[in-house]
């Protein structure tokens, strides 16, 4: 959309007037292409974005509308519309009468991370706080203003009534600043987004917010405020800005990144110098460029940074034309990929000492995630014990719409728009860091887009290539990445391999549990202490994982961590309980006596799905296509660091937990699962918007059938293959499983996170399936036909 | 070699710069401001980029523009004018919404909503050749559309929707 257009759909942010300190004047400075001077120094003082000032967060306007601030980004979860909701409901105004400014880092204040699913709780308690403070200097000065005591008022939809008389928000303050600071409970953590406890803002019912059971508004289902919008074709997304003067751009790199074990720069928290490397042909140096070959596309322009290669032109069909036609020679990988068949032994081969994780200092390999009793002592003393090795895959975070950014490196400032992360303001620095400014000189535009499931995927890498052409050229440089940049050069979600040893004793106790995990980790997380035993009582429980070499650079995909964790403890979960000849859901109650958020979860799924309780596999069929129904259990560890004896759902930080019964259909002879339908519950505690968190929950269900059935990033021994969606599989319509939601709504509970818990419980619940099914364990993800068919044919080998 | 080509897109006949071969989607999106159709993959393979061609559903991202000049294109944002088209109305007098895309509000479909668009114009295929789709009928006209936050149980409940708005008003 050109300029004008967007300018129509803008935002406006308050500046006030200098001295004048009180007056608001509305200014449309978010014109993309506005002269540089106007947006880089508005007239008069631009706002301060103070954490503890209401100002900051909300303003009421003269026609009694509120704008509400917020650095949380829709990424297709709903949770603008959350967060508008928590607003409009401490206020008393109508959702009509509510909406969000654009993201943006010159007017916005942080207000939490969306990582990890925490935009609705950070982010709402943020809210939450600026809006019931706003409310009760709005009660004072109403008060003041009607000659009614505070207590004797009422508010409906932003007018206050009380002694037969009534005053509009926008009668009170409309062009007026509150002036009014938030009592800050505990100073925010940098990682606020791990730290559930430190919550900066109010909790629900936390006075002065308004008590839970007078809601009106959150908890009830909410239509997105953005759907329209979007149905209609008139909701901007990034990909969707022009600026004047604009040229095209597009980076050129080998098709598919090689190893990175051997790279040529130290990598810096969440990458900001390996998204430079990646941009710059990975592991690959570039021997030469022939500029002569894209001659024959007017307009077309090569830039050559260091290592990085890209070109501009006008039009981009010519710019991806001269991106395609250029002629470039890369050296050989620095290092070798392992390629897929050796990738366990590439896991296995951890080095103690390697660090756990990137961005946080602390823990090296191997860690132990917890320790209780002692494991070898708990295994002989059990009447049965059960043992194997199960693996995972690559994955990447596939948006259906590649990343995109335009940037506009100019003499009064840097501007880069684009769609913003999970972590607010991180692309501005990786784009300062690349091309020598300071950080706070940048200003990030943040526009909804194509939804990328997690952290540092390419969101960081698309900005700075836009930016580091941009400054070469002079001009405003759009970068729209191509399919095979944003699969052939995402940060991929760690591949592990896990080996589980467990015992039970004749009673069905379960004695215990031991679990070691190989993965490289970088920027992820240790493994769950919860996904991995933590939901049961078992008295001899050990976790250690450890960290193997790095082949690629890893970040956090849609519930990161905890695939592996619950695909295998579920897995002999399920295996004990078919020891032991009991029913796999009756097994788990009595191994998790007084853990009432699991079992209110568990319950609800087998209600909703009719479970007839009783021994897994005890209906095979000879047939060629049999069916069956697996469990699983799982959760996003939002504690994802935390380590340490003794941890079990007794001490764990309470987290979202989830339940997934799976019916499939396997064809024996081809080796094709089908997912059939999903039952899916979780108990987030109190769910703000009920609808949302239920399309989460569908989402997860169909994401995580993909994931366990066909998702899987390939690489030969130089490089990446992934490049598309057929070297890269994601589930089409046609085998999507319908999928039964169950919210629990616990109105009494703090708000907890929904986007990611049932994808971990579904691996194991459809291998679960599988087992019932077959008889046959499967425990390597993903659950493709080839590995499908090896494993009945293992099992018909095993049997003669 | 750029040239000026006509094409005519919702209703209305345009004369655009454009490379013979350049595919149709940077003509809508850079030349058009038509910001419905989305650069998804590039090759087909998702429908991201899809609009009506005389009616039926085409990758705009593989189209060459000179093979739609003199056709009728339709986008996302013309689905409400080809809707009242169909039932004698003249464009100017078209209601807001094409009853697949207040089925998609209804229902609440679209979570990015990135492919939304195209899905929309493959169930507006679908809706004017089938009345009255199954459920399996549906899967195989939507596979080669992709989703992937998984919105696709709620694009089938929404299609079954329109449907029977659909069939209600012919």
């Not at chain 1, 403890?569 to 109650?589: K, N, V, W």
């Not at chain 2, 899967?139 to 149980?153: D, E, F, I, K, Q």
């Amino acid at each position: 959309m050109k300029t004008d257009a967007i300018l129509e759909k803008e935002f406006s942010r308050k500046v006030f007037l200098k001295g004048g300190g009180a007056l608001i004047v509305s200014f449309g400075l978010a014109r993309a292409g506005l002269p540089a001077d106007a947006l880089a120094a508005p007239p008069g003082k631009a706002l301060p974005i103070s954490a503890d000032q209401v100002d900051s967060y909300l303003t009421i306007n003269a026609d009694n509308t509120v704008t509400l601030y917020s650095s949380i980004m829709e990424r297709g979860q709903g949770t603008r519309t959350s967060l508008l909701m928590i607003a409009a409901e401490e206020l008393d105004v109508a959702m009509e009468q509510i909406s969000h400014a654009h993201l943006d880092t010159s007017t916005t204040p942080f207000t939490g991370l969306a990582g990890g699913s925490q935009g609705t709780t950070i982010g709402g308690s943020f809210v939450r706080a600026a809006a019931a403070t706003a409310k009760q200097s709005l009660l004072g000065l109403a008060s003041a203003s009607l000659g009614v005591p505070a207590a004797n008022l009422t508010v409906d939809k932003g007018v206050v009534s009380g002694g037969g008389k009534t005053v509009t928000y926008g009668e009170l303050v409309g062009g007026k600043l509150f002036n009014v600071t938030i009592p800050q409970k505990v100073q925010r953590n940098d990682l606020g987004v791990f730290q559930r406890l430190l919550r900066p803002g109010l909790e629900p019912g936390e006075p002065p917010s308004k008590p839970v059971e007078q809601y009106k508004l959150v908890g009830k289902p909410q239509p997105r405020v953005d759907v329209p919008d979007i149905v209609t074709g008139t909701l901007i997304y990034s990909g969707d800005v022009r600026l004047p003067g604009m040229l095209h751009g597009r980076v050129v790199r080998p098709r598919g990144q090689s190893s990175l074990l051997h790279s040529h720069t130290t990598f810096g928290p969440y990458g900001t110098n390996y998204t430079l490397e990646l941009l710059a042909g990975g592991g690959q140096k570039v021997r030469s460029v022939d500029e002569s070959s894209i001659r024959h596309i007017a307009g077309a322009r090569v830039v050559r940074v260091g290592n990085f290669v890209g070109v501009v032109a006008p039009n981009e069909w010519d710019a991806i034309q001269a991106a395609g036609e250029l002629k470039v020679r890369w050296d050989e990988p620095s290092s070798p990929l392992p390629g897929n068949g050796k990738l366990e032994q590439a896991l296995r081969a951890a080095e103690p000492g390697l660090p756990a994780s990137t961005p946080i200092p602390g823990p090296v390999s191997p860690l132990l995630i917890t320790e209780m009793g002692d494991v070898e002592s708990g295994l002989a003393k059990a009447a049965k014990t059960v043992s194997a090795t199960f693996r995972t895959a690559y994955l990447l975070h596939g948006p259906t719409g590649p990343h995109n950014a335009v940037a506009d490196v100019a003499p009064g400032g840097t501007t880069i728009y684009h769609q913003c992360g999970p972590n607010y303001g991180l692309a501005a620095q990786g784009v300062a860091q690349a091309i020598g400014i300071p950080p706070a000189s940048v200003r990030e535009i943040s526009y909804q887009g194509s939804s990328f499931y997690g952290g540092h995927s390419t969101d960081q890498d698309c900005p700075t290539a836009a930016a580091v052409l941009s400054k070469a050229v002079g001009k405003p440089v759009r970068v729209h990445f191509m399919r095979w940049d944003d699969m052939g050069y995402d940060n991929y979600d760690a591949a592990e391999v896990v080996d589980v040893r467990a015992g039970v004793d004749a009673h069905g106790k379960i004695t215990a549990f031991d679990y070691v995990a190989y993965s490289q980790r970088d920027s992820a997380q240790p493994p769950s202490a919860i996904n991995t035993g933590g939901v049961y009582l078992i008295p001899n429980r050990k976790v250690v994982g450890n960290v193997a070499p790095r082949m690629f650079m890893t970040a956090p995909l849609r519930s990161p961590m905890d695939r592996g964790p619950a695909f295998s403890t579920e897995q002999i979960i399920d295996e004990l309980a078919y020891t032991t000849g009991s029913d796999p859901l009756e097994f788990r109650r009595q191994n998790m006596t007084g853990n009432a958020p699991w079992l209110a979860v568990l319950n609800a799924v087998a209600t909703a799905a009719n479970w007839k309780p009783g021994r897994a596999a005890r209906k095979l069929s000879h047939a060629n296509i049999v069916t069956g129904r697996g469990f699983g259990f799982g959760t996003h560890a939002y504690g994802g660091g935390l380590q340490g004896p003794n941890l079990d759902f007794r001490t764990l930080d309470p987290t979202t937990p989830a339940a997934v019964i799976a019916d499939i259909e396997v064809n024996k002879k081809t080796g094709k699962i089908r997912v059939k339908h999903v039952y899916a519950a979780v108990a987030p505690g109190l769910v703000i918007n009920p609808a949302r968190v239920a399309d989460q929950v569908i989402g997860t269900a169909v994401m995580g059938t993909s994931q366990a059935l066909i998702e899987e990033v390939t690489f030969d021994k130089s490089n990446v293959t992934s490049l598309d969606w057929v070297t890269y599989p994601s589930l089409r319509f046609k085998d999507h499983p319908n999928v039964t939601p169950i919210v629990i709504q616990q109105l009494d509970a703090l708000p907890g996170g929904c986007g990611e818990e049932p994808i971990s419980a579904l691996f194991p619940a459809i291998a679960n399936a599988f087992f019932d099914a077959t008889g046959v364990r499967i425990r390597q993800v993903p659950m493709k036909p080839a590995v499908v068919r090896d494993a009945l044919a293992r099992a018909r080998k095993e049997k003669r | 070699m750029a040239t000026r080509l006509n094409i005519r897109v919702n209703g209305l006949v345009h004369r655009v710069p454009a490379n013979r071969e350049t595919p149709l989607l940077y003509v809508l999106r850079n030349e058009l401001d038509l910001i419905g159709p989305r650069f998804g993959c590039g090759l087909a393979q998702c429908g991201a980029c899809s609009v009506l061609l005389d009616g039926k559903e085409i990758r705009s991202c593989v189209t060459p523009v000179a093979a739609v000049s003199g056709r009728s294109i339709t986008t996302l944002e013309g689905l409400p004018a080809l809707w009242a088209s169909k039932h004698g109305r003249a464009s100017s007098a078209a209601p807001a919404l094409h009853p697949l895309q207040q089925a998609w509000i209804d229902v609440g479909v679209p979570q990015c909503g990135y492919c939304q668009s195209g899905m929309l114009i493959q169930a507006a295929d679908l809706l004017s050749t089938n009345k009255n789709p199954t459920e399996d009928e549906i899967r195989a006209a939507m596979n080669g559309h992709l989703c992937r936050c998984g919105t696709y149980p709620k694009i089938l409940t929404a299609i079954k929707q329109a449907a029977a708005v659909m069939a209600k008003k012919t």
